[in-house]
């Protein structure tokens, strides 16, 4: 690289900050908001420039929702979140995995025909049988549980089909090995295949793990009293109804939001290149 | 047991939970869409039987004005969002292809709004749109001096989906450039170089290198952004629910607006059947479009 | 990269524990009264200091299930199935007719003392019946109604006459009148302000403006027949709706997005405001002796006002039913509850509510809100197909006001929408039987 080219390799990460910033600044905006204590204070503050700043700034959104005894526990919807997000992505993983396993190394004669019907079924839109699901969960008395709100997810075509072209990657020799020494069909998953696709059980966790924290369609359908609301349904319920309580909503959008922002720092590069092949691989 | 019979119990056993989970929660609620939408079934089952109507509930869709309002409107969405989307993903991606300085912090805050959760976006930009105190109305004022009025952004049926698309695309427009990123970094520098020899500028490179080596990429993206606004629903649900008059109502919201909030769930599973249709129609037809026109190699410019 | 892996997941399940721990607790099951309630705050939260309270003095044990707004009475339904129903439910009265037609809840005269039943208002009694065997199905603590409330200040600039009770109310044309005058001021950018923000496609719609098309015409459906076909569509319902979209589009409404606080808030841009009781004390706090309470307009066959509230049922398939009734009766007669209701201004649906409700009895206050409520009171149709007559009604006057569409094709839809779904469910008998 000549001197010429780092200058302006630094003259443009100048620029690109300036209009990150403005890019991001919605965000910012919502950090700010939560720190004002009255909703008619940030109502009033939108419509300048004072909606970026927070002349005393206090905790006290935070500490109201975050009360147990207080109506709207968001503590609670937090923990809901974190039981659907953790059970889902668990099972998941453990699910699909498997079955990508046995898709790909089995022995019987149906697992080819299946592969092909199980990518198939990539193509039903969820959104079209939700409504149906929904009946059908009425019917099995379902409504307002974990369970609903985590066994529809954890088999998904997609996954399942993730996990398999990952495994393919995996020499077959390394399986046939062990088979031999006699290892069992399930050893050589649990022992060889599993332990060797980390990146994919991380893909699987991020990807599966944000679809099922953004969750908002499903949950709004099926979920009725609050020990079982996540924290999604629970925010824009929050936001639709008569007097908004913008105050204590922000808190409630930044705590939503906070999880997500330090596994990404953590975990960034992890998460962009999940995301990518989410696009490819799906 | 010999070790044939004992790993095909395995292998029935660690596939089978994923089928069962998929045969109740996706091919059942399928099927049992398709069986409903021949009936007047309520969500609930009240004391009078819900009976078989042939394909009323059909009829009654395809000539109902507010369902292909929606339709409309998806094609919209997608229509206003590709270019606004893709030309804000593809000029952060050029801009960050070959970027050294802070490459990993400059990518991250370009991603950031990705990973914010669609609840918390459209929460933030209901404030921002508000009227007539809203930053974005301040912004205008600013900008034209005072000239131009406040604009009832979310409350126009003019102005609703472009603010919905605006939304939308801020926080969708991440994950467009990540995979732009990708395609940009599958074009030879080659390319760039024999160019520069044969005094091309910046923008004639982009016309005759980039853009042709990224037709791949686009199509994805083309693929991806039409399933997004066949799917769309938060947004429109949280900030105007399908209104004002319809303007933003869109297939899934209808399909809602029937089967949940007004119970008719086999009017519902009929909505459902049809969007199914549509999504395999287009999938179809992109199929075609990417199988029948051949990837065009790149050329040097000579 | 996998070390890390395995610390996130291992948080997950330490997060993951308390569902378990959960479990256990549901085992208690014959001293347990579990209630499912709705609503924003903070009247809740006094519902829920009451629940408490209960607990303590009953030593019955009290699931509350709180629950907001969106989509409550859809997701209620999807409970019949469920062998997880609450024991008690609230629900929105107008609704009613619904639940019990569906089997949703049960007759409740033989669970609850006869001296509290007495105590309830006529119109709360009303709202909590059946019509098909006129029995009692919930009970309730309170009543509801929309004034109109109005800038003093603004109304006298413009010379206004101020009505003082529905006797006296404003014509259709003096309203138009005031409403344009209104317009005029330079401070006032919108005359009134009709709670667009709260969502008029909601049940806000069919609450705040069905006595409109009650007082200036038919109503939505012929409360004998129930057909809506020609009554929802009748010439004088959209001859009022041609007239409302006039208004609508002269920018006389605050639109959604300015919120729920321009009548109110510092810069006073709305002059009036058509809202329910609730308004008041924010009202009050705010405009001091600016405000004045006025009935609604009367546009033609004499001022119309809304009733009906949120009403405590006994679901049929609860397991403790007893435990249920004593809860209620509880409820209806704490004092330390109704007091906390009283400051948020809740409107008595008891004779003993009413009794320390000092602000509706005062005539500077909302006196006229209960002559009002106690002369024009109208109950929404009290039919089964009322969530499809209140979804076509709401959707039908979002269409008047907000989108510009031509009111006689709207209100004809609306008409059709609800005569189909009557038809779909054989007349919901013994409905027009």
């Known amino acids: 690289m000549t001197q010429n080219d780092k200058r302006f390799d630094r003259i443009k990460a100048a620029i690109l900050i300036c209009i990150g910033i403005i890019f991001i600044s919605p965000l910012f905006l919502m950090i700010v908001s939560s720190l004002k204590d009255d909703r008619l204070q940030i109502m009033e503050d939108i419509g300048s420039i004072k909606a970026f700043w927070v002349s005393n700034p206090t905790l006290n959104n935070f500490v109201e929702i975050l009360n147990p005894s207080s109506l709207q526990n968001f503590g609670m919807y937090f923990r809901n979140s974190v039981i659907i997000l953790a059970l889902t992505a668990i099972g998941t993983i453990v699910i699909s995995s498997m079955a990508g396993y046995t898709l790909l190394r089995g022995r019987m004669k149906m697992h080819k025909i299946l592969l092909p019907v199980i990518i198939s079924l990539y193509i039903i839109p969820l959104e079209a049988i939700m409504l149906p699901l929904l009946y059908q969960s009425i019917k099995m008395g379902l409504i307002d549980t974990f369970v609903i709100q985590i066994l529809p997810f954890i088999a998904s075509p997609m996954y399942i089909f993730l996990f398999y072209q990952f495994m393919k990657q995996v020499p077959h020799s390394i399986g046939e090995a062990a088979f031999i020494e006699g290892a069992s069909f399930w050893r050589v998953y649990k022992d060889i295949y599993l332990p060797i696709n980390t990146s994919a059980i991380a893909t699987v966790a991020i990807l599966q793990g944000m679809d099922s924290w953004n969750q908002y369609f499903w949950p709004l359908l099926v979920t009725q009293s609050d020990r079982v609301r996540p924290i999604s349904v629970a925010i824009a319920s929050f936001s639709q109804v008569g007097t908004i309580y913008w105050d204590r909503l922000m808190a409630a959008s930044v705590l939503m939001m906070l999880p997500v922002l330090i596994f990404f720092l953590i975990f960034q590069r992890f998460f962009i290149a999940s995301i990518a092949s989410s696009a490819v691989k799906g | 047991m010999t070790t044939i019979r004992k790993q095909k119990i395995q292998e029935v056993l660690m596939v089978s939970p994923a089928l069962i989970l998929l045969i109740i929660f996706l091919v059942v609620p399928f099927f049992v869409s398709i069986s409903l939408s021949f009936t007047n079934q309520r969500l609930v089952q009240g004391p009078v039987a819900a009976k078989y109507i042939a394909f009323r509930n059909y009829a009654q869709i395809l000539g109902d004005r507010h369902f292909w309002q929606a339709f409309y409107n998806v094609g919209r969405f997608t229509l206003f969002i590709l270019p606004l989307q893709c030309g804000l993903a593809l000029l952060f991606a050029s801009m960050l292809n070959k970027q050294q300085v802070l490459k990993g912090f400059l990518r991250s805050m370009y991603f950031l709004p990705f990973i914010t959760p669609m609840v918390i976006v459209t929460v933030i930009w209901k404030t921002m749109y508000q009227y007539p105190k809203g930053i974005f109305n301040y912004v205008l004022g600013i900008i034209s001096g005072g000239m131009i009025q406040p604009v009832e952004w979310l409350g126009t049926a003019a102005t609703a989906m472009p603010a919905i698309v605006i939304l939308s695309a801020w926080q969708a427009y991440g994950f467009q450039m990540i995979i732009y990123l990708g395609g940009l970094k599958g074009i030879p520098d080659e390319l760039y170089e024999a160019s520069n020899i044969d005094g091309a500028n910046k923008i004639q490179q982009f016309f005759h290198i980039t853009w042709p080596g990224l037709r791949e990429t686009n199509i994805l993206i083309l693929i991806i952004t039409t399933i997004q606004a066949l799917k769309l629903f938060t947004q429109v649900n949280i900030l105007t629910q399908g209104g004002p008059n319809g303007s933003t109502n869109t297939l899934v919201h209808y399909i809602y607006d029937a089967g949940f909030v007004g119970q008719k769930i086999g009017y519902s599973s009929a909505a459902s059947v049809l969007l199914f249709v549509i999504v395999v129609m287009i999938f179809l037809v992109q199929r075609r479009v990417v199988e029948g026109t051949p990837v065009r190699k790149t050329r040097r410019k000579s | ?433």
């Open chain 3, 1 to 433: 990269m996998v070390k890390k892996t395995v610390i996130v997941m291992a948080m997950m399940i330490a997060l993951v524990s308390p569902i378990f721990a959960q479990g256990g607790q549901e085992a208690a099951e014959a001293d347990t009264v579990s209630v499912m309630f709705q609503g924003g705050e903070p009247e809740q939260a006094a519902v829920k200091a009451a629940l408490e309270r209960f607990q303590e003095e009953s030593g019955i044990t009290v699931e509350a299930l709180y629950t907001p707004h969106g989509g409550y009475n859809q997701k209620l339904s999807g409970y019949i199935n469920s062998g997880d129903m609450p024991d008690i439910i609230q629900l929105d009265a107008p609704y009613l007719s619904n639940y019990v037609w569906s089997g949703v809840v049960e007759p409740i005269a033989d669970y609850i003392s006869p001296s509290v039943i007495a105590d309830m208002t006529e119109s709360n009694k009303t709202q909590c019946t059946y019509p098909i065997d006129n029995e009692l199905y919930a009970v309730s603590h309170q009543d509801s109604t929309i004034v109109l409330y109005a800038n003093k200040a603004y109304l006298e600039r413009v010379g206004a006459r101020i009505p003082e009770s529905p006797d006296d109310a404003w014509s259709i044309d003096e309203f138009e009148q005031v409403l344009s005058d209104l317009a005029s001021l330079p401070e006032v950018m919108w005359p009134l302000d009709i709670m667009n923000a709260y969502g008029t496609r909601t049940e806000w719609g069919t609450f705040g403006f069905s006595p409109m098309f009650q007082s200036a015409g038919t109503g939505l459906i012929d409360r004998n027949n129930w057909k809506s076909e020609g009554v929802m569509n009748s010439k004088e319902n959209i001859t009022f709706a041609e007239r409302l979209q006039g208004w609508a589009q002269n920018d006389w409404f605050v639109p959604a997005s300015a919120g729920d606080n321009q009548f109110f808030n510092s810069d006073r841009a709305a002059a009036m405001a058509w809202c329910g009781h609730w308004l008041w004390p924010a009202a009050e706090q705010a405009l001091g002796d600016d405000l004045v309470v006025l009935p609604l307009p009367d546009f033609g066959n004499g001022t119309v006002s809304p009733n009906g509230s949120w009403v405590w049922a006994i679901t049929s398939k609860g397991k403790n039913k007893e435990g249920a009734a004593q809860l209620l009766e509880f409820i209806l007669s704490d004092m330390d509850f109704y007091n906390d209701l009283k400051a948020l201004n809740v409107f008595p649906g008891t004779k003993t509510f009413l009794s320390i409700s000092d602000v509706y009895k005062d005539a500077d206050k909302m006196a006229v809100a209960m002559e009002q409520a106690a002369k024009t009171a109208v109950s929404r149709p009290q039919h089964p197909a009322y969530p499809t007559i209140t979804k076509s009604f709401a959707q039908a006057f979002d269409d008047i006001i907000n989108g510009g569409v031509n009111p006689a094709k709207v209100l004809s839809n609306a008409a059709e929408e609800i005569d189909e779904d009557i038809k779909d469910n054989d007349g919901y008998p013994p409905f027009g039987e």
